[in-house]
């Protein structure tokens, strides 16, 4: 790995290009636009492409052994670009265990730190004299580069005190730390002035956050969102990740009645036996949980009207945990009928070092891990598409977030408050666009047709 004095040297004729390639959860695309922000204020412009960029950073996942493969695998990419370029270097940051560092540092020219990132211009411009960047105490601090100008990722918190058996972010991010109650809605003021349209509040166990405001009032994260949906303007809240052991009755009843809160919710169970949930240090039973939707989605058909009365719940699940036996899977299977779920993100189990699971035998053959994640992925498309066929027929409001051309026509797409994705075609050829592009408004949508991964419907 070169030394930080050696890393780059300045050129002032020809400003250098970088390209992030970003891994992982909406807290790591965050954190890459702050990094984003930090290489555009030195200097550096961003590559349109990987074989243009002369600095490529990686922001890594460490969740799953198969997302550090993923990264290992970069290696032969970029030994290609070196011999094409003779200032290509790369970065490592993101969510990186210590017993990985020494490997990486064969890989990479250097790992920095992501907590550390106001200080990056000192170790990759020693020529810059600019004191804002060595001003912030904490790098959610610095204000980032959004990757569009309608939706917005604002870190509240970060770390974790879970240590659940199969995780690594308690090693990773380390213990719980919150933001400022006054810098979040700071920054959410700023966004929504400046015409953002979808607010997305994160942390690693998000419903734990815990702030002090004027008069050492406390905040917790059912008034911080109370706050946020009292800013005026139209935009959609949302947030993620929350833990079921601690979602209170008070935050419940907060989602329900907070109007600028997307009725929509991950909320991971990770498996439906109480014995695995046990071995993976979830501290709540199937009933708990169950019990917990229930009060949830209750609450929605009480404070809201029309769509709204159905929240739509996703969630995330391991399959072929250590010692998971076929009546424990089946336990799972139950769960998943019975819970409807809108979504899920289904995960076969792989072993990652450093974590408490580790230590167990890895003893569910991946063919049977494979078969698992078959069963449940059949009994969630077939739950989705009765889910998403109540909407076929009504007019709902949508967030466009991108356009195609398909066929010599203009199709879009975009999320309704429900997260559902959203294929929007112009009903004929005189209808009169608003705007020459739609992407970042609120759209009226008829829906025509309901299918198990999305929805398909006409601009009104």
Known sequence: MLEYQTFFKSDKTNRMQYYIITYGCQMNKSDS????????????????????????????????????????GLAKKFAKLKSQNLNFKTILTGCILKSDRKK???????????????????????????????????????KP?????FSAFVPIMTGCN????????????????????????????DLIKRGFKEIWLLGQNINSYYSLIRANKKINFAKLLKMVNDIPGN??????????????????????????????????????????????????????????????RNAFKKYRNDLEKEIAISTDVIVGFPGETEKQFENTVKLFRKMKFDMAYIAKYSPRPGTAASKLKDDVF?????RRWKILTEILKKNALEKNKKFVGKEVEVLVEKQEKKNKKQVYFGKTKTYKTVKIQIQNTNYKLPTTNLVGQFVKVKIIEALPWGLRGILK
């Open 33 to 72: 636009e702050r990094i984003a922000s930090i290489l555009e204020k030195i200097g550096y412009r961003k590559a349109s492409k990987e074989n243009e960029a002369d600095l490529i950073l990686v922001n890594m996942c460490s969740v799953r052994q198969s997302a550090v493969d993923r990264v290992y």
């Open 235 to 296: 935009f959609w809240i949302r947030f993620t990740s929350p833990h079921p052991k601690n979602f209170s009755e008070e935050l419940i009843e907060t989602i329900a009645k907070c109007q600028k809160f997307a009725p929509y919710l991950n909320l991971p169970v990770q498996s439906g036996d109480d014995e695995i949930l046990k071995k993976m240090n979830r501290p709540y039973t199937v009933k708990q949980y169950k019990n917990l939707v229930k009060k949830i």
């Open 145 to 149: 580069k959004h990757l569009n100008n």
């Open 162 to 189: 879970n240590f659940c058996s199969y995780c690594v972010v308690p090693y990773t991010r380390g213990r719980e730390i919150s933001r400022s109650a006054e810098e979040i809605l700071s920054e959410v003021k």
């Open 104 to 142: 990486f540092s064969r890989k990479f020219d250097l790992i920095l730190d992501i907590k550390d990132l106001p200080n990056w211009p000192k170790v990759l411009m020693l020529n810059s004299h600019d004191r804002t960047f060595y001003e912030h105490r904490d790098y959610l601090d610095i």
């Open 366 to 370: 991946p063919e049977e891990k494979e």
